[in-house]
């Protein structure tokens, strides 16, 4: 299914404002060079590289063709600082010899399976004293549970997806070396309706969840089990500032 970068930057509305608030907590400075670890469609990109002018620069690795492109093709005309490269973030560390000040991942890690040696790749990557901004789910809410399951895929859908507990995630910190300087709370992601939450859900998982998929029998039993506003993630996110 194709469009689906579209649709995730009209939807993920909650990535966004949480990624604002990891980049307000990151407090960057005007000649830092910025590693950003799963740079979607790139607004957030955007924002940490018009900080960042005119003297600091930021990589942006994405693994998704759909996504880097729309973020290339709508990057603001006066933003000339981002180096925009296509591949997973591990295949990327094993090759750069880059040293980064800043690290930030917004809603990226529960995509990685190796979450220890991505963690440890992180620590390698950055000079002595940088930080790394983290936010990452740990569990996946019940109504995203009963979404997926009630397609053919929901068990390969919720198999691609490698969460761990706050403890295990500040265990894999710890264990790579770094120092949690500061932890802190996002708000609810919050839907008007559950029509909305499937199609956020769609564009989040790349389509391996599908609206079309579900049979009208089991999406009106979705309905009226999740009716009104939906609030989901914020007991599910895990968010920290962390330093080399």
Same mark, same amino acid.
């Given at each position: 299914?194709?469009?689906?970068?579209? &649709?995730?930057?009209?939807?993920?509305?909650?990535?966004?404002?949480?990624?604002? /608030?990891? $980049? @307000?907590?990151?407090? &960057?400075?005007? /000649?830092? &060079? #910025?590693?950003?670890?799963?740079?979607?469609?790139?607004?957030?990109?955007?924002?940490?590289?018009?900080?960042?002018? +005119?003297?600091?620069?930021? #990589?942006?690795?994405? +693994?998704?063709?759909?996504?880097?492109?729309?973020?290339?093709?709508?990057?603001? @005309?006066?933003?000339?600082?981002?180096?925009?490269?296509?591949?997973?973030?591990?295949?990327?560390?094993?090759?750069?010899?880059?040293?980064?000040?800043?690290?930030?991942?917004?809603?990226?890690?529960?995509? $990685? @399976?190796?979450?220890?040696?991505?963690?440890?790749?992180?620590?390698? =990557?950055? %000079? +002595?004293?940088?930080?790394?901004?983290?936010?990452?789910?740990?569990?996946?809410?019940?109504?995203?549970?009963? $979404?997926?399951?009630?397609?053919?895929?929901?068990?390969?859908?919720? %198999?691609?997806?490698?969460?761990?507990?706050?403890?295990?995630?500040?265990?894999?910190?710890?264990?790579?070396?770094?120092?949690?300087?500061?932890?802190?709370?996002?708000?609810?992601?919050?839907? *008007?309706? =559950?029509?909305?939450?499937?199609?956020?859900?769609?564009?989040?998982?790349?389509?391996?969840?599908? #609206?079309?998929?579900?049979?009208?029998?089991?999406?009106?039993? =979705?309905?009226?089990?999740?009716?009104?506003?939906?609030?989901?993630?914020?007991?599910?996110?895990?968010?920290? $500032? *962390?330093?080399?």
């Amino acid at each position: 299914m194709h469009n689906q970068a579209h &649709l995730y930057k009209k939807v993920a509305s909650g990535q966004y404002q949480a990624g604002l /608030n990891l $980049i @307000k907590h990151l407090q &960057l400075s005007k /000649n830092a &060079l #910025v590693l950003d670890i799963g740079a979607g469609t790139g607004q957030l990109t955007y924002t940490m590289a018009q900080e960042i002018l +005119p003297h600091g620069q930021v #990589v942006a690795i994405e +693994p998704d063709q759909e996504r880097i492109s729309l973020a290339q093709q709508n990057s603001p @005309k006066h933003i000339n600082n981002i180096h925009w490269v296509i591949d997973d973030f591990l295949s990327f560390a094993k090759t750069t010899e880059l040293s980064f000040d800043v690290a930030y991942s917004n809603y990226v890690f529960h995509w $990685i @399976k190796q979450q220890q040696l991505a963690v440890d790749a992180v620590y390698r =990557l950055l %000079k +002595p004293g940088a930080k790394f901004g983290f936010c990452c789910v740990t569990g996946m809410p019940e109504v995203i549970k009963d $979404i997926s399951f009630a397609t053919k895929n929901g068990h390969a859908i919720v %198999k691609s997806l490698n969460f761990s507990f706050a403890e295990a995630w500040l265990s894999y910190f710890k264990n790579a070396g770094f120092r949690i300087l500061q932890h802190y709370e996002v708000p609810d992601y919050v839907f *008007a309706d =559950l029509d909305e939450v499937m199609q956020w859900w769609q564009a989040t998982t790349h389509a391996r969840f599908q #609206v079309i998929n579900l049979e009208q029998k089991q999406l009106s039993a =979705l309905q009226q089990k999740y009716s009104g506003k939906i609030h989901i993630y914020q007991k599910e996110t895990l968010c920290f $500032i *962390a330093q080399k």
